[in-house]
Structure formats: C-alpha cells, structure tokens
C-alpha cells in the first residue's frame, strides 16, 4: 500500500530564506507527483505537476523534483515571502489504480515579516 | 472561469437528516471526485466517477450516495447523517490523457456539521 510521508510537519522561517520541503512516498510505481498549498478554510490550489518521466518542474519562485527510484520529492521555495504561508501538500498517483490519488499529511509553513 | 464550484459552502444538519453537495465544473473534465478533509486524517476519497453515468466506490463510501447524471456535475448525498460525517468535503477534477488521469482542480470546499 502507498505510503506518502512530509516531514517536517510544520516549519517556520524569516522572510527571504529559500526553503525545502520534502516528500516521501514507499511505493516508486507512480505515474505523477502533484504539489498543492492550501490557505486556512480554503481548498487545495494546484502548484505543480511531474509526470513519472520527469525530473522537476518550475514554476516562478518554486521548483519540484522528483526522484522516483528514491521515492522522494521536494519542493523548493525561493526567497520565500509572508504570503507563502499556508500548509503544503504533496500527492502520489500510483501507476496502478491510478484515480485514487495518495496524499501526504503536509507540512504547515509559516513565513515570518 | 469558475473552475469547480461547491455548493453549499456550509450547512448544518441533525442526526439522521439528508442532504445533497452538487459539485458543478466548467474544464471539460472526464474524471470528477469527492474528499472529505478531517484533522490528523488527511484527505480521504469517498467516490469518484471517470465519465458520465459511471461511479466508484473510494476509501470511506460508506453513508454516501452519488450521481454523475451529466458530465459537469457530481452530486454527493447523505441520506441520513451521523455526527462521524462531520467533516469538510470537497470535490474535485481533472482531465484524462489516454485513459490516465492528469493535474486535479479542487472546489472551496463545503464544511458540514451534524449535531
């Protein structure tokens, strides 16, 4: 059964420090990765995409690797900003039963001004 | 452009009421899915649908019923709520590539609590 674990289950940083989130998952079978952040009361808004056959995604201030042979991914976040705050979330599509997405717990990041 | 609407966003029910969530999207999306989001659980698949007419039981279905009557919407349904269903619940998309399924696009969210 596929696991997905983030640690650290929360973090806070000063503004403009780059960061690193991380993302385990214990079956490499999958067919994409996908980041999200969610706002307190809100839904998950998508970040990033990695299909299976890729190795990271940019997308502004935000790049997302994937290393699937290790099971790991992470999430870097450049220069980070108050508004960066929010908790993140990362998901696996197994390769098999490939609807039924596997999230991960998050990691709650607080940006401090 | 409304992406996946939810409605409604809040509601409050007894023990043993019913009640519908319609989940309405405007991508085009083949492959349509309810959560349910509770603290220190994660999300949780309830039931999925990957087209028109079709449904599948997820993780937890148990106490919901669904329909996909027509390809934008997906309606949840309670038929007689208990206090474990107390939970926020959203609904989600996404396109389809050669049968697989591609980036999902979630709803606000509806927080439901039963009493």
């Known amino acids: 059964k596929q696991e997905v674990t983030q640690i650290p289950a929360a973090l806070s940083v000063p503004e403009g420090e780059n960061l690193v989130l991380n993302c385990s998952f214990t079956d490499s079978a999958i067919y994409n990765l996908q980041w999200f952040r969610q706002d307190p009361g809100k839904g998950l808004t998508s970040l990033l995409l990695?299909?299976?056959?890729?190795r990271e995604q940019t997308s502004g201030r935000l790049n997302a690797s994937l290393d699937k042979s290790s099971g790991r991914s992470t999430l870097y976040i450049a220069a980070s900003q108050p508004g960066d705050s929010a908790t993140y979330l990362c998901a696996v599509r197994p390769d098999t039963g490939f609807q039924k997405l596997v999230f991960g717990t998050g990691t709650r990041l607080l940006v401090s001004p | 452009n409304a992406g996946v609407t939810q409605t409604p966003k809040f509601r409050v029910l007894k023990t043993g009421q019913s009640m519908t969530l319609l989940c309405a999207q405007d991508m085009n999306h083949e492959y349509m899915y309810w959560y349910r989001q509770d603290p220190g659980m994660g999300l949780r698949l309830i039931h999925y649908?990957?087209?028109?007419?079709?449904?599948a039981k997820g993780e937890v279905p148990d106490g919901y019923n669904v329909s996909r009557l027509k390809k934008q919407n997906f309606l949840l349904g309670l038929e007689s709520a208990a206090p474990s269903q107390t939970s926020v619940y959203f609904c989600a998309s996404s396109y389809s590539v050669a049968g697989r399924a591609g980036e999902l696009f979630f709803g606000e969210g509806s927080r439901l609590t039963v009493l």
């Open positions: 990695i299909q299976s056959s890729q």
């Open positions: 649908s990957v087209g028109e007419g079709t449904t």
